[in-house]
């Protein structure tokens, strides 16, 4: 365990922020930081303009922060949305100096900053103070609740990551969405997966963990007393009906759920994860543990109950089929 | 007749599974073992995560077999509340014996 962690832990990081990363077109900037030498975070940034999905935050920070202060290197930003950057607490979190400020009469807007968080009772605070920041209705407010809850507790539960979760998220008025990022740098998804399940590659650990019932706690059907896994699975068919992007990267692994069709009116649900509309990736740099982004377009938001139905009916069908797979069956001469 | 009120323990937003592992091993399964009912009454709470009933209840379904059912009373849920115990139950019946 130690060895692996090790292994693994020493790489450096030039992180380039280009003027444009979100769900939809953030593939390339996971493709091109850069691992090369050891223990020092490099960050530089377009100096025209800066425009990155909240994952984009967390990531730097949850990187930043298995850095020594004193390694962690950035350049003077020029771009003039740099403010972004102040406003949402990477200096802050990463203590780092900035020659950024803020001005007064500049709005806030509706954002929670980047936030660490390592036990159960700081994500019940969180919850219930930082939540309200985003000045949601009440059913938007609950499912942005529960993505939150259920992404913070999967790594308090399993990520062993010494630095819990870093968490950052932000409303956007055009798209009248919100956009949450959560990154940790603890053992990763394939590590827990095989626990109980095997999975040779990162992209195959992935896909087990957006299946319902599968959890690295247990083989058994039904989880354990404290885990069904099923989390993971419900936050995916919250962005899929609604037609948003959910993206998961752990190890070398990389999972995109992409938009659906506006033709297609259908409530409908996959178990597994490759027969949504999608793109993958397994030759990612290495991410020493998990980082999660999903967007929630606010005005799309289904009613949270007939998902649920939805989510039902396909869960007791992929647990029926699991069985299925394992009867035995009669050997004919 | 042993009821507790989840808003009480879990809050508006029930989601702390430490929360749910506590009532589960501190009240219901001692009711249970006492043959009293239980009475699991969610008003005022407004939603609970899946993550959360499971901590709740799946080990009593699993411990006692699904006829426990017959002693435990989901009272004052919402629809979102009543979809995500139907989830929980469903597949921990389908789960069961295996």
């Known amino acids: ?81 740099k403010h972004y950057l102040m406003r949402m607490g990477l200096f802050k979190i990463l203590k780092i100096a900035s020659d950024i400020t803020i001005t007064e009469h500049e709005p806030a807007g509706r954002f929670i900053p980047l936030t ?61 969405s919100i956009r949450i990022g959560i990154a940790d740098t603890g053992v990763g998804i394939k590590y827990t997966i095989n626990q109980s399940h095997p ?64 033709t297609i009116q259908k409530l409908q649900l996959n178990s597994n994860p490759f027969k949504d509309r999608h793109s993958k990736n397994n030759a990612l740099p290495f991410w020493k543990g998990t980082v999660v982004g999903v967007d929630i377009t606010l005005d799309q938001t289904k009613e949270f109950s007939i998902l649920l139905k939805a989510i039902r009916e396909i869960y007791s069908k992929d647990i029926e089929d699991r069985r299925k797979a394992r009867y035995k069956k009669p050997q004919f001469a | 007749m042993k009821q507790i009120d989840i808003f009480d323990k879990a809050g508006e937003f029930a989601e702390n599974k430490d929360v749910a592992r506590d009532i589960r091993v501190d009240e219901i399964i001692p009711a249970l073992e006492r043959n009293e009912k239980v009475i699991l009454n969610f008003e005022h709470v407004g939603a609970a995560t899946q993550s959360f009933i499971h901590a709740l209840i799946s080990d009593v379904l699993r411990k006692y077999g699904i006829d426990v059912l017959d002693h435990i009373i989901f009272k004052s849920c919402n629809e979102t509340i009543k979809e995500i115990i139907n989830i929980v139950v469903e597949y921990m019946q389908e789960g069961i014996g295996n």
């Open chain 1, 199 to 262: 999975a040779e590659t990162d992209l195959e650990a992935i896909q087990l963990a957006l299946r319902p019932g599968i959890t690295g706690t247990t083989r058994k059907e039904g989880g354990t007393e404290q885990n069904a896994g099923a989390g993971l699975f419900f936050i995916k068919s919250i962005a899929s009906v609604n037609r948003d992007f959910f993206i998961i990267y752990s190890g070398n692994g990389f999972y995109k759920l992409l938009k659906k069709q506006s």
């Open chain 1, 116 to 176: 660490q968080i390592r036990t159960s009772d700081e994500l019940t605070k969180f919850i219930t103070e930082m939540i309200p920041l985003l000045h949601l209705k009440p059913e938007q407010a609950n499912t942005i609740g529960y993505i939150v809850s259920e992404l913070v507790r999967n790594v308090i539960e399993h990520a062993k990551a010494l630095n819990g979760a870093i968490i950052c998220a932000q409303y956007y008025k055009k798209s009248n």
């Open chain 1, 1 to 81: 365990m130690t060895n692996y962690m090790d292994s693994r832990y020493h790489v450096d990081m030039k992180i380039y922020l280009p003027n444009s990363a979100f769900l939809g077109n953030i593939d390339p900037f996971l493709r091109h930081y850069d691992t090369s030498s050891p223990d020092v975070l490099e960050i530089s940034a377009n100096n025209k303009w800066i425009s990155v999905h909240p994952v984009v935050l967390s990531l730097i920070a949850a990187l930043g922060l298995t850095i020594k202060q004193e390694n962690i290197q950035h350049e003077k930003f020029e771009a003039r949305s």
